[in-house]
């Protein structure tokens, strides 16, 4: 099977045996053939093998597009999202630390006579929290705890440097009140039940029942909670 974006390809197979590795450098075969016959030639330094598994021993195959061996990986960013073997966040919620606080950094050092709030919380929400935020339904929830309060200690220093506070004036939840923002936790989670409705009623290419089975049971948690 294959995936296309642009003029990114990506080629999968679920991997059990040989016989499906054989079968996806089969299909390697064929691109390369049909890039020689349309004189198209891939992006050498774009080839990468990433085999997503838990397995301690997965299947080890050297995989190839024409004369060239494919270089295996522990993790590859595609389309801003950085997916891992074992399909850990860590590299992805700290790449997005770090991003979203040198982006604080830049209106901090270069808007200094900038007095207006509301256009300080415009800054933060185009420039900041748009990368914060890119993609959450792909890599969030996150089981670090310790990651989801750096990420949203990004959003703390921001709301001070927006309301122009010194540390004990306000409390956090007291800041994002006046500046009507959520905690990021809780922006992740509109994130999802949105996603999750487009999914349910087929606004987005995505037949949720592939991965979700719904249980009629007939009764409402008001109903059970009388039983």
Known sequence: MSALF?????????????????????ALTNLDVWSSDNNIKFNALKYKVLSVTRKKTPISYVYCLGSEQLPKVEEEKDLGVTLSSKLLRDSQVNELISKGNKLLGLP????????????????????????????????????????????????????????????????CTQRLLTLELLPLCYDREVKYLVFFFKALYGYINLDIYDYLSFVDHGCTRLAQSDL
């Open 6 to 26: 642009a003029d990114d390809t990506k080629v999968y197979r679920t991997i059990i045996s040989v016989s499906d590795c054989d079968q996806l450098q089969q």
């Open 108 to 171: 901090k050092r270069t808007c200094l006579s900038l007095t207006d709030t509301k256009v300080r919380r415009t800054l933060y929400l185009s420039i900041v929290k748009s990368k914060l935020c890119y993609a959450t339904q792909v890599w969030s929830p996150f089981p670090n705890m310790e990651l989801s309060e750096k990420i949203e200690s990004v959003q703390r220093r921001a709301t001070k440097w927006i309301l122009k506070t010194k540390t004990g004036e306000m409390s």
